[in-house]
């Protein structure tokens, strides 16, 4: 008998165990197998110390170069910038008062860790910071969801799709950072959201409230409004949500107070975020996204704002990422058109100017928030009710121009809303969105009973049906695609255009193809499980799979852009022959790039060169007015307008003819001629009489016509309060020594005249933060030539010095501080509170 039972425990023993048993048994690991893959493709910036090298991120660094060094080598923050644009305010993006940002990279600092080089290594010590804080979003994700009692591993799937959406390589490769800092923080704002209305004391709701300040603020000082904009209309929809679900469940007592802790969240978080907003507030009016004031808007023209608008039908590159050719140039792999096989093409044909990538959220997640979304409505849930409201809202508002009815309505009437220039990003808060969905999609998968798989069953075939059929669509229907932009007609020949029709149809075809593949296979993969074909480990494993494929193979159209630290110094960054040659130049002067990327390029400011040209997405109003209507009314520029800006060099990449231009060096590698501008008339000048001319449109008119002479008339907006003559015999001296670094807070000059006159200076006017003073005493600014200062100059010899501090931004930097020692005392008392205050015995 015992022989017996030995065998046939044995035998049970021998029995081979099952595929399913074993992925039951390591199901986790396939998901944190899909993390460990994630971290690969981030190996550059985790282990190699390399940091993307986007366009917008290069010119940022280069732009803030200057700055950082001024205040490495006087501890004074500079903001001003005299470096581009011939000058402009950028107290508005500098943070002076305590953050913990600063504080990690003060600490890094201190231990050596940057080196003090300028802004380069600085700037990219930071990004490396958040970006090894990437995982921080995944973390986020996971914490919200468990909240809302997701299980472990549809919390980890759904985070690590997070992680691993193709569109940050769209966002890598154009360098747009700070929309990527900006999407870290937000799941931990919605999940301290989300705490406030699950608390039931006024303890849990200070905490909880105190909890949503710090991450707010921390959002707000990322400084991308827009993202923070359609993050707060998101939470508004949650907030209606969480109303209609508290009628539900008749908890109506929690109202008022969850409100009023929200309400009180949010004051806290813009005191404590006050240094960037004030500043924000201040500036923005008079910026080209406030519309300058006197040029009848208040924000971005309307054509500007809605450039990057995206197309109702441009929605299949969701399924089909190439639809409509994904980015502006790929290199074809396809072989219907063996001419243009392996060669660069234009292929999005879209209504958008450009773009670096399509969007995409493929098959299986949409799948997956089908059923998210199927499940919470049957439930009534309203915050799930309130998320499914809002995708097809967002994906209205995102198609900005083609769709007015709508966003006219927000770009008239809410707040800052017409200041945002790119409709379409409002899809980033939609994947986010669609992954919280696609979680309880997952929850609802590995839970459902019988009952509830009919349903799901219904939701998978018929969002699979419909997947199917957008598939299908290229390959019946192909007249319903034009495949051709606006303008290409007359950009390519009839023959190189048809080529590229056949190119970018045979990438539709061949993603469609794909859709078809990865639509069977998950719908059936899907089917199978919910009629227990297969066990619940097999079905998440092969969607694990599934997603690899999916996202990966998508994602790496648009691979990260890496480039080492040093190797960035000695190449974009390292002096060219031409800026070596003025860098030896008697200061002050400033430089004309008479090149095509003028208003691109910020590189000229890096190596400490005054540029009238630079880059910034928010310039100042006055200045962009002379871009649009007054530089190019000459041959080829308006030499008045770049003499009165100190243009004393000018740089071409061709010959130019002007009798006051003498050619003084040429760069042999770059091709490019510097010239010496005799005309210039330097950083200040005496004027002989004034014209008032206080209409925007006449004083642009007036500067742009030819016998504007800067040197003999100055044109003023107002009536000036003394009478001024021309001066006979008159001196300007710049204070500072020709080798010192132009100081972006104060200029002083000593002048003389022998009548009351009045000083041009060829600094930028701005209204808010300037002082003048002539011999210690206070004097008024004049807005003169519509961009530049002016002061009324008494008879004698004077000592003319002007500051910049702003009041704004020492006022706003001390509130500020004090709101975030009192929201992290308040924490920190939570924090401490279950350590001291010990709990009574039972019965005592």
Request: glycine content about 6%; some cysteine; overall charge positive.
């Amino acid at each position: 008998m015992a022989k017996k039972k030995k065998s046939q425990a044995k035998s049970r023993s021998a029995k081979p165990v099952s595929i399913s048993a074993v992925i039951q048994q390591y199901q986790y690991g396939f998901v944190f197998l899909i993390l460990l893959l994630f971290l690969l493709t981030l190996r550059p910036q985790m282990f190699e110390g390399k940091a993307p090298s986007g366009v917008d991120f290069v010119q940022h660094i280069a732009k803030m170069n200057q700055p950082s060094l001024f205040y490495q080598q006087t501890g004074e923050h500079a903001l001003w910038h005299p470096w581009i644009f011939a000058g402009m305010p950028i107290y508005h993006r500098v943070t002076t008062q305590w953050t913990a940002e600063r504080m990690i990279i003060s600490i890094f600092d201190r231990l050596g860790y940057i080196e003090k080089k300028g802004y380069i290594v600085y700037e990219i010590t930071r990004v490396l910071l958040w970006m090894h804080f990437f995982l921080f979003l995944g973390f986020g994700m996971v914490l919200l969801l468990r909240l809302w009692n997701i299980p472990i591993g549809a919390a980890l799937f759904a985070a690590i799709g997070m992680l691993w959406l193709p569109h940050y390589g769209v966002l890598f490769k154009a360098g747009h950072l700070i929309q990527i800092r900006a999407l870290y923080l937000i799941p931990f704002i919605v999940w301290a959201f989300e705490r406030i209305w699950r608390e039931r004391n006024w303890r849990g709701w200070l905490r909880s409230a105190l909890l949503f300040a710090l991450l707010f603020s921390i959002q707000l000082q990322t400084r991308h409004y827009q993202i923070i904009f359609y993050l707060m209309l998101f939470l508004f929809f949650l907030f209606i949500g969480h109303l209609f679900e508290i009628r539900r469940l008749k908890r109506g007592r929690t109202v008022w107070p969850a409100a009023a802790a929200l309400a009180a969240a949010v004051l806290l978080s813009l005191l404590m975020s006050l240094q960037t907003l004030a500043p924000m507030r201040e500036y923005a009016p008079l910026s080209i996204r406030g519309g300058g004031g006197d040029s009848g808007t208040d924000g971005l023209e309307y054509d500007y704002a809605t450039n990057w608008s995206w197309a109702p039908a441009e929605l299949l590159s969701l399924l089909i990422p190439n639809a409509y050719g994904g980015a502006s140039t790929v290199k074809y792999s396809g072989s219907a058109v063996p001419q243009l096989k392996g060669q660069a093409i234009p292929g999005y044909w879209g209504q958008m100017p450009f773009t670096e990538g399509g969007e995409y959220i493929g098959v299986l997640l949409l799948i997956l928030a089908a059923l998210g979304a199927a499940a919470g409505i049957r439930s009534r849930s309203g915050p799930v009710i309130a998320m499914v409201i809002f995708v097809p809202f967002g994906f209205l508002l995102s198609f900005g121009r083609h769709l007015p009815l709508l966003y006219d309505l927000f770009f008239n009437y809410a707040p800052f809303f017409n200041k945002f220039r790119i409709p379409s990003m409002v899809l980033l808060i939609l994947y986010f969105v669609f992954f919280l969905l696609a979680a309880l999609g997952v929850k609802a998968l590995v839970t459902s009973s019988e009952r509830d798989r009919r349903t799901l069953l219904r939701t998978v075939v018929a969002v699979s049906v419909f997947c199917l059929f957008f598939g299908l669509l290229p390959f019946i229907a192909r007249g319903l695609f034009s495949f051709v932009r606006e303008g290409e007609s007359a950009r390519y020949g009839v023959q190189v255009l048809e080529l590229i029709r056949d190119a970018r149809y045979d990438l539709m075809k061949s993603d469609a193809l794909r859709l078809l593949l990865l639509t069977l296979v998950t719908g059936g993969t899907l089917v199978l499980f919910l009629k227990t074909r297969i066990s619940r480990a097999v079905m998440l494993t092969v969607l694990c799979l599934i997603f690899i494929y999916d996202f990966h193979s998508v994602a790496k159209r648009t691979p990260f852009m890496w480039t080492d630290v040093k190797n960035m110094e000695r190449t974009v960054f390292v002096p060219s022959q031409t800026e070596q040659f003025l860098l030896k130049q008697s200061r002050p002067f400033r430089l004309f790039p008479l090149q095509a990327n003028v208003f691109t390029n910020n590189l000229w400011s890096y190596n400490d060169i005054e540029s009238i040209g630079g880059y910034s997405p928010a310039k100042l109003r006055i200045f962009q007015d002379l871009v649009d209507e007054v530089f190019f009314t000459g041959s080829p520029v308006n030499w008045n307008i770049i003499n009165m800006l100190d243009g004393k060099f000018v740089v071409s990449n061709r010959p130019v003819e002007h009798p006051k231009l003498e050619q003084v060096h040429f760069d042999e590698k770059e091709n490019t001629i510097t010239y010496r501008n005799s005309a210039a008339l330097g950083r200040a000048f005496f004027t002989q009489s004034v014209e008032i001319v206080p209409e925007r449109d006449r004083r642009l008119e007036r500067l742009g016509s030819p016998d504007f002479d800067p040197a003999r008339v100055a044109l003023l907006e107002q009536e000036l309060p003394a009478r001024i003559s021309a001066p006979g015999e008159w001196e300007a001296v710049k204070i500072l020594d020709a080798d010192e670094q132009s100081d972006p807070l104060r200029s002083e000059f000593r002048v003389r005249t022998d009548v009351q006159a009045l000083l041009v200076v060829s600094e930028i006017y701005y209204p808010h933060g300037w002082r003048a003073f002539i011999d210690g005493r206070e004097t008024v600014i004049y807005k003169t030539n519509h961009v530049l200062r002016s002061v009324i100059v008494p008879e004698g010899e004077h000592r003319i010095r002007f500051e910049f501090a702003p009041m704004t931004n020492r006022a706003s930097a001390w509130i500020a501080n004090l709101a975030n020692f009192g929201a992290l005392l308040g924490l920190a008392i939570f924090a401490a509170a279950p350590l001291i205050v010990k709990k009574k015995p039972r019965g005592a």
